[in-house]
């Protein structure tokens, strides 16, 4: 074939491996809208079963209250109305007691008027007699209306209007959620969310963040307040995690509709310490260590991570949640190796912050210092690698002669910022933590 054949061959894959990767393309977005069209429908979907449910509770208990309100009206009524009755029951059977006793005497003083004149004296006289007994003169009181109740009901038609001003306000209907999920970033044993308000005409007061596994149907509170971001500690690494946040508006008592659930996991081991060391109590999670009150207090004691779990890149936190006298050997930090019998962090292939702030670099103090530590501090341990230095070794020049790492040390409001050279490259490292004293208790993470 000819130069201008191979030429045209050559440019005939080229737009051959040129229309793969734009078809290759165009397919991943028809994918992507499939994603969006199907958040748009099932989101809609759910949004009216939602509202649906939500209204025929609404009906259902609005119902039940406006029943129960006529229920209570009407036994008010029944009992006034048989309060009432019963006196004037009692009056009427008095007076109509009166009618018979005066019906029977005025038969009696007619018959005695027709009667013979022989027996017509002792008739009038007995009559008379009767007549006396009954006292016709006495009639009993009947009440006047005004004094009987009258009953009624006043109602406030100001209720419908209430009630269709709160209902005609009540529930509300959006497109996209107020606040949503920017980035999760992967920690050791866990994951770290972090959100932000995407309404600005939304003011939140506080946020809730959840999460579960994506094989799961239920989900768990993670943080709830006033902060834009939060680790959640404890996952399961290589496992994925569903995550979710909602809002809570300035003075509103109700949650914002949730945010698009975000799927991520963590493939960091979580940070244990290292168990079985004289002086030290475990929590169950192997996160927390106690210095405790042993036949070892008063003499420096490290105790180091079960295995190097530290990666540069990633920052590693320690939590002082217990303090017990101050001792200048106290620290924590990160070192290379556990090798030695060093009482304290404050040593060669180690960089950490002593409980009075100062900060050691290879077992020299540092003229920057931090705050002292105390119960509630956080300290925060930052590397990144600045340089591999090469090897002399001419036979191997892959080999690596050392490295330079820039640490990053941050505690309360200050931090400070040095390079740390080391003989060695390591890819992780161990942490650790000496407390001379009892009561001292570390969390990290």
């Excluded at 009440?143 to 529930?171: F, T």
Aim: with cysteine.
């Amino acid at each position: 074939m000819s130069v201008d054949g191979d030429s045209l061959l050559q440019e005939v894959k080229e737009c051959i491996e040129a229309a793969q990767n734009y078809r290759s393309e165009l397919q991943q977005r028809l994918q992507g809208l499939s994603q969006a069209r199907k958040q748009v429908r099932g989101s809609s979907t759910h949004t009216r079963e939602v509202l649906r449910r939500h209204f025929q509770e609404l009906q259902t208990t609005l119902s039940r209250l406006l029943n129960e309100r006529l229920n209570a009206l009407l036994q008010e009524v029944d009992a006034i109305e048989q309060e009432s009755i019963s006196p004037l029951d009692d009056c009427q059977k008095l007076i109509e007691h009166g009618v018979k006793m005066a019906d029977e005497l005025l038969r009696e003083g007619e018959a005695a008027i027709r009667c013979g004149i022989s027996d017509q004296q002792d008739k009038l006289c007995s009559f008379a007699k009767k007549a006396l007994h009954i006292q016709l003169d006495s009639l009993p009181e009947v009440p006047a209306l005004v004094d009987v109740p009258c009953v009624s009901a006043q109602l406030d038609d100001s209720l419908v209007c209430v009630m269709q001003d709160r209902v005609g306000r009540h529930g509300s209907v959006s497109s996209h959620p107020p606040v949503q999920i920017d980035e999760l970033i992967e920690r050791a044993g866990g994951v770290l969310v972090r959100w932000s308000k995407v309404d600005e005409d939304f003011s939140p007061q506080e946020y809730r963040l959840q999460y579960r596994r994506s094989s799961s149907t239920h989900y768990e509170d993670g943080y709830i307040g006033s902060e834009c971001e939060y680790l959640l500690l404890h996952l399961d690494p290589h496992t994925d995690y569903m995550f979710q946040v909602c809002a809570r508006g300035e003075g509103r008592s109700e949650w914002s509709p949730w945010s698009v659930p975000v799927t991520g996991y963590t493939t960091l081991t979580p940070h244990e310490w290292r168990s079985g060391v004289d002086g030290y109590i475990l929590g169950s999670r192997k996160n927390v260590a106690l210095r405790s009150d042993s036949s070892s207090s008063g003499c420096g004691s490290v105790l180091y991570s079960a295995s190097p779990t530290y990666f540069c890149g990633q920052t590693l936190t320690y939590k002082i949640t217990g303090a017990g006298p101050v001792d200048k050997k106290d620290s924590v930090g990160v070192c290379v190796d556990t090798h030695g019998e060093s009482e304290t962090l404050q040593r060669d292939q180690a960089v950490c912050i002593s409980t009075n702030g100062a900060v050691f670099v290879n077992g020299k103090e540092m003229t920057n210092q931090l705050p002292a530590v105390s119960v509630g501090s956080t300290i925060t341990f930052d590397m990144e690698v600045v340089h591999i230095f090469p090897s002399n070794n001419n036979n191997n020049p892959s080999d690596a002669a050392g490295l330079k790492l820039r640490v990053t040390i941050g505690s309360g409001n200050r931090e400070v910022v040095f390079d740390w050279l080391l003989d060695q490259v390591v890819d992780c490292l161990y942490f650790g933590c000496s407390f001379s004293n009892p009561g001292w208790k570390v969390l990290v993470y």
